[in-house]
Protein backbone atom coordinates (compact mmCIF):
# COMPACT_ATOMS: atom_id res chain seq x y z
CA UNK A 1 0.00 0.00 0.00
CA UNK A 2 3.06 2.13 1.07
CA UNK A 3 4.77 1.59 -2.50
CA UNK A 4 2.03 3.26 -3.96
CA UNK A 5 0.69 5.73 -1.81
CA UNK A 6 2.44 8.67 -2.48
CA UNK A 7 1.27 11.05 0.10
CA UNK A 8 1.95 7.97 3.00
CA UNK A 9 5.75 8.07 1.07
CA UNK A 10 6.08 11.80 1.61
CA UNK A 11 4.47 11.26 5.21
CA UNK A 12 7.48 9.03 6.24
CA UNK A 13 9.68 10.92 4.83
CA UNK A 14 9.21 13.68 6.32
CA UNK A 15 9.23 12.04 10.02
CA UNK A 16 12.00 10.17 8.99
CA UNK A 17 13.79 13.16 8.67
CA UNK A 18 12.60 14.82 11.95
CA UNK A 19 14.20 11.50 13.83
CA UNK A 20 16.97 11.91 12.87
CA UNK A 21 17.30 15.18 13.57
CA UNK A 22 15.55 13.79 17.09
CA UNK A 23 18.68 12.07 17.53
CA UNK A 24 21.15 13.92 16.37
CA UNK A 25 19.66 16.85 19.09
CA UNK A 26 19.57 14.04 21.80
CA UNK A 27 23.17 13.78 21.10
CA UNK A 28 23.64 17.57 21.42
CA UNK A 29 21.37 17.58 24.92
CA UNK A 30 23.40 14.53 26.59
CA UNK A 31 26.33 16.00 25.96
CA UNK A 32 25.26 19.52 27.60
CA UNK A 33 23.81 17.57 30.54
CA UNK A 34 27.52 16.14 30.47
CA UNK A 35 29.54 19.34 30.64
CA UNK A 36 27.05 20.75 33.45
CA UNK A 37 27.54 17.86 35.33
CA UNK A 38 31.20 18.07 34.67
CA UNK A 39 31.99 21.50 35.63
CA UNK A 40 29.86 20.86 39.22
CA UNK A 41 31.99 17.56 39.65
CA UNK A 42 35.53 20.08 39.29
CA UNK A 43 33.70 22.64 40.80
CA UNK A 44 33.47 20.28 44.33
CA UNK A 45 37.25 18.57 43.32
CA UNK A 46 38.60 22.20 44.04
CA UNK A 47 36.44 22.31 46.71
CA UNK A 48 37.75 19.15 48.56
CA UNK A 49 41.14 19.82 47.70
CA UNK A 50 41.18 23.33 48.75
CA UNK A 51 39.83 22.31 52.16
CA UNK A 52 42.39 19.33 52.24
CA UNK A 53 45.47 21.79 51.65
CA UNK A 54 44.65 23.73 53.67
CA UNK A 55 45.93 21.88 56.13
CA UNK A 56 48.01 19.44 54.81
CA UNK A 57 49.52 21.11 52.28
CA UNK A 58 52.40 18.42 52.10
CA UNK A 59 49.38 15.83 50.62
CA UNK A 60 49.03 18.39 47.41
CA UNK A 61 50.61 15.74 45.01
CA UNK A 62 48.75 12.49 46.11
CA UNK A 63 45.92 14.54 45.75
CA UNK A 64 46.07 15.74 42.70
CA UNK A 65 47.17 13.39 41.08
CA UNK A 66 44.02 11.54 41.98
CA UNK A 67 41.98 14.06 40.36
CA UNK A 68 43.70 14.31 37.14
CA UNK A 69 44.50 10.61 36.74
CA UNK A 70 41.60 8.72 37.91
CA UNK A 71 40.85 6.57 40.98
CA UNK A 72 42.56 3.41 41.65
CA UNK A 73 40.06 0.70 43.55
CA UNK A 74 41.98 0.70 46.48
CA UNK A 75 41.25 4.11 47.09
CA UNK A 76 37.83 3.74 46.15
CA UNK A 77 37.19 1.43 48.95
CA UNK A 78 38.56 3.04 51.47
CA UNK A 79 36.74 5.97 50.58
CA UNK A 80 33.43 4.26 50.42
CA UNK A 81 34.50 2.81 54.24
CA UNK A 82 34.91 6.02 55.22
CA UNK A 83 31.51 7.53 53.62
CA UNK A 84 29.29 4.35 54.54
CA UNK A 85 29.29 5.64 57.95
CA UNK A 86 27.85 8.85 56.85
CA UNK A 87 25.16 6.92 54.92
CA UNK A 88 26.92 8.52 51.40
CA UNK A 89 26.69 5.54 49.31
CA UNK A 90 24.30 4.47 45.97
CA UNK A 91 21.02 5.10 47.93
CA UNK A 92 21.00 8.11 49.04
CA UNK A 93 18.37 10.38 47.39
CA UNK A 94 19.33 13.17 44.44
CA UNK A 95 18.66 15.97 47.18
CA UNK A 96 20.94 14.73 49.31
CA UNK A 97 23.92 14.89 46.38
CA UNK A 98 25.36 18.60 46.14
CA UNK A 99 26.55 18.24 42.97
CA UNK A 100 23.59 16.40 41.46
CA UNK A 101 21.41 18.70 43.14
CA UNK A 102 22.92 21.55 42.43
CA UNK A 103 22.67 21.29 38.66
CA UNK A 104 18.94 19.88 38.99
CA UNK A 105 17.64 23.11 37.51
CA UNK A 106 20.05 23.70 34.33
CA UNK A 107 19.53 19.77 33.38
CA UNK A 108 16.05 20.34 33.17
CA UNK A 109 15.83 23.52 31.39
CA UNK A 110 18.02 22.26 29.12
CA UNK A 111 15.60 18.81 28.86
CA UNK A 112 12.37 21.57 28.47
CA UNK A 113 13.86 23.05 26.10
CA UNK A 114 14.64 20.26 23.86
CA UNK A 115 11.32 18.89 24.46
CA UNK A 116 9.89 22.59 23.44
CA UNK A 117 11.80 22.32 20.31
CA UNK A 118 11.08 18.72 18.91
CA UNK A 119 7.32 18.88 19.98
CA UNK A 120 7.34 22.27 17.96
CA UNK A 121 8.65 21.08 14.96
CA UNK A 122 6.54 17.84 14.95
CA UNK A 123 3.65 20.09 14.99
CA UNK A 124 4.86 22.30 12.54
CA UNK A 125 5.20 19.38 10.13
CA UNK A 126 1.52 17.92 10.80
CA UNK A 127 0.39 21.35 10.39
CA UNK A 128 2.03 21.60 7.54
CA UNK A 129 0.95 18.04 6.18
CA UNK A 130 -2.36 18.24 7.14
CA UNK A 131 -2.72 21.70 6.06
CA UNK A 132 -1.93 19.91 2.29
CA UNK A 133 -4.72 17.82 2.84
CA UNK A 134 -7.34 20.40 4.05
CA UNK A 135 -6.15 22.55 0.74
CA UNK A 136 -6.48 20.09 -1.49
CA UNK A 137 -10.13 18.88 0.31
CA UNK A 138 -11.48 22.17 0.62
CA UNK A 139 -10.63 22.82 -2.98
CA UNK A 140 -12.58 19.82 -4.45
CA UNK A 141 -15.30 20.81 -1.45
CA UNK A 142 -15.32 24.36 -3.72
CA UNK A 143 -14.82 22.52 -6.95
CA UNK A 144 -18.14 20.25 -6.52
CA UNK A 145 -19.95 23.39 -5.09
CA UNK A 146 -19.41 25.95 -7.76
CA UNK A 147 -20.19 23.04 -10.11
CA UNK A 148 -23.67 22.27 -8.83
CA UNK A 149 -24.71 25.57 -8.98
CA UNK A 150 -23.34 26.20 -12.58
CA UNK A 151 -20.24 28.67 -11.50
CA UNK A 152 -16.82 27.64 -13.22
CA UNK A 153 -14.41 26.85 -11.06
CA UNK A 154 -10.83 25.86 -11.80
CA UNK A 155 -9.57 23.10 -9.73
CA UNK A 156 -5.89 23.22 -8.60
CA UNK A 157 -3.15 20.86 -9.21
CA UNK A 158 -5.16 18.80 -11.11
CA UNK A 159 -2.50 16.45 -12.61
CA UNK A 160 -0.51 16.06 -8.74
CA UNK A 161 0.18 12.30 -7.78
CA UNK A 162 -1.03 10.18 -5.33
CA UNK A 163 -4.46 9.21 -4.48
CA UNK A 164 -6.02 12.70 -4.03
CA UNK A 165 -4.31 13.46 -7.49
CA UNK A 166 -6.84 10.22 -8.78
CA UNK A 167 -9.73 11.39 -6.60
CA UNK A 168 -9.59 15.05 -8.08
CA UNK A 169 -8.81 13.24 -11.89
CA UNK A 170 -12.25 10.66 -10.87
CA UNK A 171 -13.84 14.05 -9.50
CA UNK A 172 -13.54 16.07 -12.69
CA UNK A 173 -14.51 12.79 -14.69
CA UNK A 174 -17.60 12.31 -12.30
CA UNK A 175 -18.51 15.92 -13.41
CA UNK A 176 -17.75 16.23 -16.58
CA UNK A 177 -20.09 13.44 -17.21
CA UNK A 178 -23.16 14.98 -14.68
CA UNK A 179 -22.80 18.25 -16.76
CA UNK A 180 -23.41 16.05 -20.34
CA UNK A 181 -25.82 14.19 -18.75
CA UNK A 182 -27.81 17.48 -17.72
CA UNK A 183 -27.09 19.25 -21.51
CA UNK A 184 -28.56 16.19 -22.75
CA UNK A 185 -31.37 16.38 -20.85
CA UNK A 186 -31.84 20.03 -21.73
CA UNK A 187 -31.64 19.15 -25.08
CA UNK A 188 -34.05 16.23 -25.24
CA UNK A 189 -36.64 18.99 -23.29
CA UNK A 190 -35.85 21.44 -26.08
CA UNK A 191 -36.15 18.79 -28.76
CA UNK A 192 -39.43 17.51 -27.16
CA UNK A 193 -40.72 21.09 -26.69
CA UNK A 194 -40.27 21.64 -30.37
CA UNK A 195 -41.28 18.64 -31.54
CA UNK A 196 -45.18 19.51 -29.95
CA UNK A 197 -44.93 22.58 -31.24
CA UNK A 198 -43.99 21.53 -34.70
CA UNK A 199 -47.21 18.69 -34.35
CA UNK A 200 -49.40 21.14 -33.20
CA UNK A 201 -48.83 24.21 -35.37
CA UNK A 202 -49.00 21.53 -38.55
CA UNK A 203 -51.83 19.47 -37.59
CA UNK A 204 -53.96 23.06 -37.27
CA UNK A 205 -54.24 24.01 -40.46
CA UNK A 206 -56.20 20.41 -41.59
CA UNK A 207 -57.96 20.88 -37.85
CA UNK A 208 -59.42 23.77 -38.97
CA UNK A 209 -60.73 22.51 -42.17
CA UNK A 210 -62.69 19.55 -40.95
CA UNK A 211 -63.80 21.92 -38.22
CA UNK A 212 -64.92 24.10 -40.70
CA UNK A 213 -66.33 20.80 -43.18
CA UNK A 214 -67.69 19.61 -40.21
CA UNK A 215 -70.12 22.54 -39.72
CA UNK A 216 -71.04 23.16 -42.94
CA UNK A 217 -72.39 19.52 -43.40
CA UNK A 218 -74.81 20.30 -40.53
CA UNK A 219 -76.20 22.94 -42.96
CA UNK A 220 -79.11 21.91 -45.23
CA UNK A 221 -76.62 21.09 -48.58
CA UNK A 222 -77.07 19.09 -51.52
CA UNK A 223 -76.02 15.83 -51.70
CA UNK A 224 -73.11 15.90 -54.05
CA UNK A 225 -71.87 19.21 -51.93
CA UNK A 226 -71.84 16.77 -48.96
CA UNK A 227 -70.05 13.91 -50.56
CA UNK A 228 -67.05 16.36 -51.89
CA UNK A 229 -66.76 17.95 -48.33
CA UNK A 230 -66.40 14.26 -47.31
CA UNK A 231 -63.95 13.66 -49.78
CA UNK A 232 -62.19 16.58 -48.59
CA UNK A 233 -62.29 15.59 -45.15
CA UNK A 234 -61.05 11.94 -46.05
CA UNK A 235 -58.53 13.81 -47.71
CA UNK A 236 -57.45 16.11 -44.88
CA UNK A 237 -58.24 13.05 -42.00
CA UNK A 238 -55.04 10.75 -44.56
CA UNK A 239 -52.87 14.00 -44.68
CA UNK A 240 -53.15 14.43 -41.02
CA UNK A 241 -52.53 10.00 -40.38
CA UNK A 242 -49.44 10.65 -42.70
CA UNK A 243 -48.06 13.68 -40.84
CA UNK A 244 -48.61 12.59 -37.38
CA UNK A 245 -46.69 9.05 -38.92
CA UNK A 246 -43.70 10.78 -40.15
CA UNK A 247 -43.78 13.61 -37.14
CA UNK A 248 -43.37 10.36 -34.85
CA UNK A 249 -40.34 8.65 -37.07
CA UNK A 250 -38.32 11.63 -37.43
CA UNK A 251 -38.31 11.78 -34.00
CA UNK A 252 -37.55 8.67 -32.97
CA UNK A 253 -34.56 8.96 -34.95
CA UNK A 254 -33.79 12.54 -33.90
CA UNK A 255 -34.43 11.27 -30.11
CA UNK A 256 -31.51 8.42 -31.12
CA UNK A 257 -34.27 5.76 -29.59
CA UNK A 258 -33.90 3.78 -32.27
CA UNK A 259 -31.58 0.64 -32.84
CA UNK A 260 -30.29 0.84 -36.46
CA UNK A 261 -29.32 -2.48 -37.87
CA UNK A 262 -25.69 -3.13 -38.88
CA UNK A 263 -26.06 -5.38 -42.00
CA UNK A 264 -24.38 -5.51 -45.43
CA UNK A 265 -26.85 -4.48 -47.90
CA UNK A 266 -27.09 -4.56 -51.89
CA UNK A 267 -27.59 -0.58 -53.19
CA UNK A 268 -29.24 -2.11 -56.22
CA UNK A 269 -32.09 -3.73 -53.74
CA UNK A 270 -31.91 -1.10 -51.80
CA UNK A 271 -32.91 1.11 -54.81
CA UNK A 272 -35.86 -1.15 -56.35
CA UNK A 273 -37.15 -1.08 -53.15
CA UNK A 274 -36.99 2.76 -52.38
CA UNK A 275 -38.40 3.54 -56.04
CA UNK A 276 -41.59 0.67 -56.01
CA UNK A 277 -43.93 3.48 -54.57
CA UNK A 278 -42.96 6.27 -56.80
CA UNK A 279 -43.35 3.96 -60.28
CA UNK A 280 -46.64 4.92 -60.80
CA UNK A 281 -46.73 8.40 -60.31
CA UNK A 282 -43.64 8.32 -62.71
CA UNK A 283 -45.51 6.63 -65.13
CA UNK A 284 -48.17 9.50 -64.53
CA UNK A 285 -46.00 12.20 -65.61
CA UNK A 286 -44.13 10.32 -68.22
CA UNK A 287 -40.60 10.77 -66.08
CA UNK A 288 -37.66 8.56 -67.80
CA UNK A 289 -35.94 6.81 -64.81
CA UNK A 290 -32.73 5.65 -65.59
CA UNK A 291 -30.47 3.43 -62.85
CA UNK A 292 -26.51 3.07 -63.33
CA UNK A 293 -23.42 1.08 -60.94
CA UNK A 294 -21.85 -1.84 -60.07
CA UNK A 295 -24.57 -4.58 -58.99
CA UNK A 296 -21.94 -5.67 -56.44
CA UNK A 297 -21.66 -2.27 -54.50
CA UNK A 298 -23.04 -2.25 -50.98
CA UNK A 299 -22.55 -0.62 -47.69
CA UNK A 300 -23.35 -1.47 -43.94
CA UNK A 301 -26.98 -0.15 -42.81
CA UNK A 302 -30.08 -0.86 -42.24
CA UNK A 303 -32.43 -1.71 -45.54
CA UNK A 304 -35.34 -0.78 -44.12
CA UNK A 305 -34.73 2.53 -42.47
CA UNK A 306 -32.53 3.94 -45.42
CA UNK A 307 -35.24 3.08 -47.90
CA UNK A 308 -37.50 5.24 -46.17
CA UNK A 309 -34.69 7.73 -46.70
CA UNK A 310 -34.37 7.20 -50.48
CA UNK A 311 -38.33 7.17 -50.75
CA UNK A 312 -38.67 10.50 -49.46
CA UNK A 313 -36.10 12.13 -51.73
CA UNK A 314 -36.68 10.22 -54.87
CA UNK A 315 -40.67 11.21 -53.73
CA UNK A 316 -39.04 14.45 -53.87
CA UNK A 317 -37.94 14.35 -57.11
CA UNK A 318 -40.93 13.42 -58.58
CA UNK A 319 -42.74 15.94 -57.15
CA UNK A 320 -40.58 18.50 -58.76
CA UNK A 321 -40.01 16.98 -62.07
CA UNK A 322 -41.97 18.28 -64.64
CA UNK A 323 -44.14 16.28 -67.28
CA UNK A 324 -41.57 14.32 -69.61
CA UNK A 325 -38.66 14.82 -67.41
CA UNK A 326 -35.98 12.68 -66.02
CA UNK A 327 -34.59 11.00 -62.85
CA UNK A 328 -30.94 9.27 -63.06
CA UNK A 329 -29.60 7.46 -60.06
CA UNK A 330 -26.10 6.40 -60.28
CA UNK A 331 -24.35 4.60 -57.51
CA UNK A 332 -20.42 2.62 -56.59
CA UNK A 333 -18.55 1.45 -54.35
CA UNK A 334 -14.87 2.48 -53.21
CA UNK A 335 -12.45 1.56 -50.30
CA UNK A 336 -13.67 4.80 -48.34
CA UNK A 337 -17.50 5.19 -49.06
CA UNK A 338 -20.88 3.82 -50.71
CA UNK A 339 -22.40 6.90 -52.41
CA UNK A 340 -25.73 7.27 -54.16
CA UNK A 341 -26.57 10.02 -57.08
CA UNK A 342 -29.91 11.07 -57.15
CA UNK A 343 -30.47 13.43 -60.02
CA UNK A 344 -33.43 15.24 -61.19
CA UNK A 345 -34.28 17.44 -64.30
CA UNK A 346 -37.30 19.27 -62.46
CA UNK A 347 -37.36 23.02 -61.20
CA UNK A 348 -34.12 23.07 -58.92
CA UNK A 349 -34.28 24.89 -55.60
CA UNK A 350 -33.27 28.55 -55.22
CA UNK A 351 -29.73 29.38 -54.04
CA UNK A 352 -31.09 30.89 -50.90
CA UNK A 353 -33.29 27.69 -50.03
CA UNK A 354 -30.48 25.18 -50.91
CA UNK A 355 -28.98 25.40 -47.12
CA UNK A 356 -32.24 25.03 -45.59
CA UNK A 357 -33.95 22.10 -47.14
CA UNK A 358 -32.74 19.46 -44.58
CA UNK A 359 -34.55 21.32 -41.93
CA UNK A 360 -37.60 20.45 -40.48
CA UNK A 361 -40.58 22.15 -41.89
CA UNK A 362 -38.85 24.28 -44.16
CA UNK A 363 -40.61 25.26 -47.45
CA UNK A 364 -39.26 27.16 -50.19
CA UNK A 365 -40.23 30.45 -50.55
CA UNK A 366 -40.50 29.96 -54.26
CA UNK A 367 -41.87 26.43 -54.47
CA UNK A 368 -44.53 25.33 -56.57
CA UNK A 369 -45.70 22.43 -53.91
CA UNK A 370 -48.23 24.56 -51.63
CA UNK A 371 -48.98 21.64 -49.89
CA UNK A 372 -45.65 20.16 -49.07
CA UNK A 373 -45.01 19.78 -45.54
CA UNK A 374 -41.08 20.10 -45.80
CA UNK A 375 -40.37 16.72 -43.32
CA UNK A 376 -39.50 14.31 -45.57
CA UNK A 377 -35.80 15.59 -46.76
CA UNK A 378 -35.48 15.60 -43.30
CA UNK A 379 -36.09 12.70 -41.98
CA UNK A 380 -34.17 10.99 -44.99
CA UNK A 381 -31.09 13.70 -43.45
CA UNK A 382 -31.39 12.04 -39.65
CA UNK A 383 -31.84 8.81 -40.88
CA UNK A 384 -28.75 8.80 -43.11
CA UNK A 385 -26.45 10.68 -40.76
CA UNK A 386 -27.62 8.06 -37.85
CA UNK A 387 -26.16 5.00 -40.23
CA UNK A 388 -22.46 6.64 -40.27
CA UNK A 389 -23.74 8.58 -43.41
CA UNK A 390 -24.18 12.19 -45.15
CA UNK A 391 -26.35 14.15 -47.66
CA UNK A 392 -26.16 17.30 -49.79
CA UNK A 393 -27.48 18.30 -52.54
CA UNK A 394 -26.32 20.65 -55.95
CA UNK A 395 -28.56 22.23 -57.44
CA UNK A 396 -29.64 25.51 -60.06
CA UNK A 397 -32.81 26.95 -60.71
CA UNK A 398 -34.61 25.66 -63.58
CA UNK A 399 -31.70 23.22 -64.15
CA UNK A 400 -32.64 20.42 -61.69
CA UNK A 401 -31.23 19.04 -58.91
CA UNK A 402 -28.95 16.27 -57.71
CA UNK A 403 -28.42 14.49 -54.08
CA UNK A 404 -25.80 13.10 -53.09
CA UNK A 405 -25.63 10.28 -50.23
CA UNK A 406 -22.60 8.90 -48.75
CA UNK A 407 -22.21 5.94 -46.24
CA UNK A 408 -18.85 5.56 -45.20
CA UNK A 409 -16.68 2.80 -44.29
CA UNK A 410 -15.27 1.51 -40.67
CA UNK A 411 -12.63 0.36 -40.30
CA UNK A 412 -14.24 -2.84 -39.15
CA UNK A 413 -15.74 -3.62 -41.91
Not at 13 to 20: A, H, V
Not at 129 to 146: A, L
Not at 298 to 327: F, M, P, R
Amino acid sequence: MIKHNIEMRSFIRYYISIFFIFIFVSLGVSYINLNIIKDKVVENNQAILGQILVNRPELEGEIVDIITRGNSKENIDKGKEILDKYNYDENITLRNEPIIYSSKIEIINVNLVFLVCISTAFIILSLFYFKKIYNDIKDMTDYVYNSSEGINFEMKNRNQEGQIGVLKTELLKMTNILKEKVELLNKEKIFLNDIISDISHQLKTPMTSLIILNDLMYDDLPKETKIEFLDKIKSQLSRMEWLIKSMLKLSKVEAKVINFENKKINIKELINKSISPSLIPMELKNIDLSINGDEKASYIGDINWSSEALVNIIKNCVEHTNENGSITINYEENPLYSEIIIKDSGEGIDKKDLPHIFKRFYKGKNSSKSDSVGIGLAMAKSIIESQNGDIYAKSEKNKGTEFHIIFHKNYSD
